[in-house]
C-alpha cells in the first residue's frame, strides 16, 4: 500500500481558497487517489477521487502531476463548516478496499 | 438511499460484558468493514466482508469477532474488553467489483467506553 504524507493542520481565513497536498511516492500503476473529510464523531464522507491530470466536482478539485507522486485538493471559498480533517488516500479502485488513512490534516477556517 | 446506519450510538460496558455493534446498508454493496478510531487518531481497519465472507483481518485480538449474517448487515460481538478498546467504531461499505467510481460510505460510529 502507498504511504500517503499530508501537513498535520492548516488555518485559512473564510472565503478563502484552501490547497491540501498530500505525497505519495510509490503510488503504483493501478492507484487512484481519494480523499475523503471527516468531521468530529462521525464517520469520513467522500469528497474526491482522481487517476491523473484534474479532477473537479460540486465540492472540490484534485489536481494530479504526470508523474503522480503527489496530488493537491483544493477547496474554493471555504467557509467555516469546511472546518474538518482531510485525509488522502491511495489504493486501487476496484474490489474490496484495503485501505489505510494517513494522519490526515486538520483544516482550521478562521473568521 | 446511501445510508450506513449504526447502533446504538453509544455503548458502556464492563470488561466481563458481551455486547454487539450492529450495522446496515441498503445501497447493494457487497464489501464491508469495521474500523476503530481512537481521539485524534485516523480510523484503522479492522476487519473486511466481501460477499459475506470475512477477507480481511488485521491482527485483531479475538475479543472481537465480526459476523456477516447476510448482505445488508454487519456485526462486531465484544467480549472480555479492556479499556483500551475504549474508541468509536465505523462501519463502512463500498462496491466489490471492477467499479472505476470507489468510495467507502461510513455510518456515524459507535462510541464506546470500557469500564
Known amino acids: 500500500l502507498a504511504k500517503t504524507t499530508q501537513p498535520i493542520s492548516m488555518d485559512s481565513y473564510e472565503g478563502q481558497e484552501v490547497n491540501i497536498t498530500c505525497s505519495h511516492n510509490?503510488?503504483?500503476?493501478?492507484?487512484?487517489i481519494t480523499w475523503y473529510q471527516q468531521f468530529p464523531s462521525q464517520g469520513p464522507r467522500f469528497i474526491i477521487q482522481?487517476?491523473?491530470t484534474k479532477v473537479t466536482n460540486e465540492v472540490a478539485s484534485l489536481f494530479i502531476p504526470a508523474d503522480r507522486k503527489s496530488s493537491t485538493l483544493s477547496l474554493p471559498r471555504v467557509s467555516l463548516s469546511d472546518t474538518a480533517v482531510y485525509y488522502c488516500?491511495?489504493?486501487?479502485?476496484?474490489?474490496?478496499?484495503?485501505?489505510?488513512f494517513g494522519i490526515g490534516t486538520k483544516l482550521q477556517v478562521i473568521p | 438511499d446511501t445510508e450506513v446506519t449504526q447502533t446504538p450510538k453509544h455503548l458502556v460496558m464492563g470488561m466481563t460484558n458481551k455486547k454487539s455493534l450492529k450495522c446496515e446498508q441498503h445501497?447493494?454493496?457487497?464489501?464491508m468493514y469495521w474500523y476503530k478510531q481512537k481521539a485524534k487518531k485516523p480510523p484503522e481497519l479492522m476487519f473486511v466482508?466481501?460477499?459475506?465472507?470475512?477477507?480481511i483481518n488485521e491482527s485483531v485480538p479475538s475479543r472481537f469477532s465480526p459476523e456477516c449474517p447476510n448482505s445488508s448487515l454487519l456485526n462486531l460481538h465484544l467480549h472480555a474488553l479492556q479499556p483500551e478498546d475504549s474508541a468509536l467504531y465505523l462501519c463502512?461499505?463500498?462496491?466489490?467489483?471492477?467499479?472505476?467510481?470507489?468510495?467507502?460510505?461510513f455510518g456515524p460510529g459507535t462510541r464506546l467506553t470500557v469500564t
Open positions: 482522481g487517476y491523473k
Open positions: 466482508y466481501s460477499y459475506e465472507k470475512l477477507s
Open positions: 510509490n503510488i503504483a500503476t493501478n492507484d487512484y
Open positions: 445501497m447493494g454493496h457487497r464489501a
Open positions: 488516500l491511495v489504493g486501487a479502485p476496484w474490489g474490496y478496499q484495503k485501505v489505510t
Open positions: 463502512a461499505s463500498s462496491q466489490d467489483g471492477r467499479d472505476s467510481n470507489y468510495e467507502q460510505y
